[in-house]
């Protein structure tokens, strides 16, 4: 069954009880997006859902909602399933801010950081669990999480997580919740392995699709320039002085390059920090605040943050490489032209590239404009000593340094019942997720 019609109203409309929407009003919460319209009251019956949808379109709220009501109403656990430990964090935020009011108590479980805390939450029987599917997988394995008390299970971002190869940690999770649940799959395109995978554990879900998949936000604009690969970082210097002080993503291929990038970007004068799998979780989450907060004009990211990065107010993103994929174009140029905004994409492309650019013109459905390359600004020199600088735990304001300290955020009790007494947990010192 396939649900498509083009549907907004109020939050009044949708079957939501009347605590709840108070507390959706106060928090400023007033009209659904498309996707919001459609699933919140589908969910709410506790029907399988499977929605395709472009990333910015409210899928948090879509399936928060309706699981946090549920959960409210007939006990049970929550468990959200996501690829990246930026989207754990960014899943938590959004569902604490409408739900702690509440009382609702939520763990993320993620790669990158000690697992003892989150032992000791889980312990402690949180309303609903957000987790990558390693680390999610690594503590079922050791028999510190148990699927029992589960009654809602969501995948979001599917397709970024069988991407990333986390099929079979999937499956096994799947396969041992509980056969009574409501399950619900979101995901921006809709490969065959994922259509399996819903056939398999879902019960006749109903499709939702706000728009065909690989469809691009209409809010962005989109340009090409071809460019030798020797004067990318010239054109990127020309770029960033064009576009003044525009809060700016910027995409590389691989881990290095990233780092080269941030670095080569602090030279030209420009605030910069960088996001990718070589820094550590603290790391992270300090670029991401330092982002979110102005204190970085510029943001140099691989792909393991296409998904995991929901900062609103992105003015441009850059390819500087263009993705292994066609798939995580989208993605990609989604971080921009957010709730509404508009946003710019402009994308680097080497003349041997040109054939990938017609692949993600096809996907996409439109023609993407070549421009001329604008005069390129000289080389500028590099410090000789930039290359073998380290920073540990620190981020980099055009050379200076800057720490940063870290407080689990207070936890709030109340309408969900009371929480049991915390008990340890053990650390492999193991890293997935």
């Known amino acids: 069954m396939t649900k498509k019609e083009p549907l907004q109203g109020h939050f009044d409309d949708l079957g939501i009880g009347e605590k709840f929407l108070s507390v959706l009003k106060d928090k400023g919460f007033h009209n659904p997006t498309p996707i919001q319209h459609q699933v919140i009251p589908a969910a709410l019956e506790g029907k399988d859902i499977v929605g395709v949808a472009q990333t910015g379109t409210g899928k948090t709220l879509a399936f928060g909602i309706p699981m946090i009501q549920r959960i409210a109403l007939y006990k049970g656990q929550g468990l959200v399933l996501v690829p990246t430990r930026e989207l754990a964090i960014q899943v938590q935020e959004s569902l604490k801010q409408i739900g702690s009011s509440l009382g609702l108590r ?7 950081v000690s697992q003892h805390s989150q032992v000791r939450d889980l312990k402690n ?14 503590l079922m394995e050791q028999g510190v ?3 029992d008390r589960l009654s809602v299970i969501t995948l979001d971002e599917a397709d970024r997580m069988l991407d990333m190869g986390f099929l079979p940690q999937i499956k096994g999770i799947l396969q041992k919740a509980p056969k009574e649940r409501q399950t619900m799959l979101f995901s921006a395109t809709m490969p065959k392995t ?15 699709e706000i728009a065909p998949q690989g469809t691009s936000s209409e809010n962005i604009e989109q340009e090409i320039f071809v460019v030798k690969k020797n004067d990318k970082m010239r054109l990127l210097d020309s770029i960033l002085q064009q576009y003044g002080k525009d809060k700016t993503l910027i995409f590389s291929r691989t881990k290095h390059g990233a780092k080269r990038i941030a670095r080569d970007i602090r030279n030209m004068g420009h605030t910069s920090t960088e996001i990718h799998g070589n820094r550590s979780q603290a790391q992270r989450k300090l670029a991401l605040e330092g982002f979110t907060r102005d204190r970085f004009r510029v943001m140099v990211a691989t792909d393991i943050a296409a998904r995991g990065i929901d900062v609103k107010d992105i ?12 798939e995580d174009y989208v993605h990609r140029i989604g971080r921009t032209g957010r709730a509404g905004r508009f946003g710019k994409a402009i ?64 936890r709030r009790k109340g309408g969900f019942g009371k929480r049991k007494p915390s008990s340890g947990g053990r650390n492999s010192g193991r890293r997935r997720g």
């Open 145 to 147: 999480y148990k699927l």
């Open 125 to 138: 029987n949180p309303h609903i669990v957000i987790a990558t599917p390693g680390r999610l997988a690594d």
């Open 315 to 326: 003015s441009l993103v850059i390819n500087f490489d263009l993705p292994d994929n066609s």
């Open 347 to 410: 994308s680097f492309v080497t003349p041997s590239e040109k054939a990938d650019i017609r692949r993600i013109e096809a996907l996409i459905r439109k023609s993407l404009p070549i421009l001329s390359l604008p005069e390129l600004p000289p080389e500028r020199e590099k410090p000789l000593q930039e290359e073998g600088t380290r920073f540990s735990g620190h981020e980099e304001f055009g050379g200076r340094r800057r720490g940063g300290n870290f407080s689990h955020p207070k």
């Open 106 to 112: 939520c763990v993320v479980v993620i790669g990158g």
């Open 194 to 208: 994922i259509s399996s995978l819903a056939s398999t554990f879902m019960k006749i879900p109903l499709r939702i």
